[in-house]
């Protein structure tokens, strides 16, 4: 006689996460109904337009470096490499669906009828995951002072650089660290699959990651620049913040891209630097930049699949040739 069902933790945790994302996508609902939008009715819409064209056709450039990491991983597990840079793009956009899983199932799939094992697909994501939020992290230490202050102009300048120090000085260690022949046996050991990725892979892939993070951030902060009065010297912060605010997002399981929680990371931690009503309009207008260039860079992806013989057709033609 069975007296209860066992305990899911999986299950609950994603409903948690779920749970958090309907909360932080709540939090920024009310925070929209109630913005001061007067304070920002001096933007031009014409130009708000074209900041988010080019804003989001960088989104999709950068998210080529996510691309090349991927196939870098696959390579280094000996997977073939030959179409995966297209799945991975055109899979991208399907983690806005519910459960945030949504583009790796179906890249997986895609992936192994290109030939790629479940266990290297397995290894390489694994890889990803962990290599992505570790690069997250570091590039967020460049936010790491302000968060402490009331407001960014009581901040010392010498803090700022020195937090600009500890990032670049943490990516190069995590970097490094990668590489580091004392560091492998451990990785190995804790990821079995993985004891064929070379350190000079990893290192490879890493730095990628953190470029990544630095560019997305740089975008944030242009539409910052150009159309919310930031400085400057604020910078360091929102580029940190992108990627705290990425880092939280993806976290939090369930949530669909960070959906919620994202926004409401840089809202509260931009709010004081910006003002509420800016913060609020670059959390959106990121959002709205990020969803528009996975869209661009799968559009881009459906183009060169078009163009391009897949694996199996070329196989066809070639048994057809006399």
Known sequence: ?????????????????LA?????????AYALARADWAALAGLNVTVVVLAL???????????????W?????????????????????????????PGNVGHIVLRHTAAKGL???????????ALELALVAVAAACVGALAGPVLFAA?????????LLACAAGAVLAAGLFIGALGHTHLQPHLTRLLAPLATVQAATLMRAGAVY????ILCGVIQFALAITLLGATWAQAPFIIGVAALAWLAGFLTPGAPAGLGVREAVLLVALGPALGPTAALALAALY??????????LAALAAVTSRSTPTIAHQASLETQAP
């Open 210 to 213: 953190v470029l990544f993070f």
């Open 20 to 28: 958090i994302a309907a909360a932080t996508c709540a939090y920024f």
């Open 287 to 296: 959002r709205l930049t990020t969803v528009a260039g996975d869209l661009l």
């Open 69 to 97: 990491a991927w196939k870098a991983l696959l390579a280094g597990l000996g997977a073939p490499g030959a179409g995966q840079g297209r799945v991975y793009a055109a899979t991208q956009a399907f983690k806005y669906l």
């Open 151 to 159: 407001a960014f102009e009581r901040v010392p300048a010498w803090t």
């Open 53 to 67: 064209a080019v804003a989001a056709s960088a989104y999709a450039a950068v998210s080529l470096l996510l691309v």
């Open 115 to 125: 030939g790629a094992s479940h266990a290297a697909l397995g290894a390489a994501a």
């Open 1 to 17: 006689m069975t007296i209860g069902r066992r305990f899911d933790g999986k299950s609950l945790l994603k409903r948690g996460g």
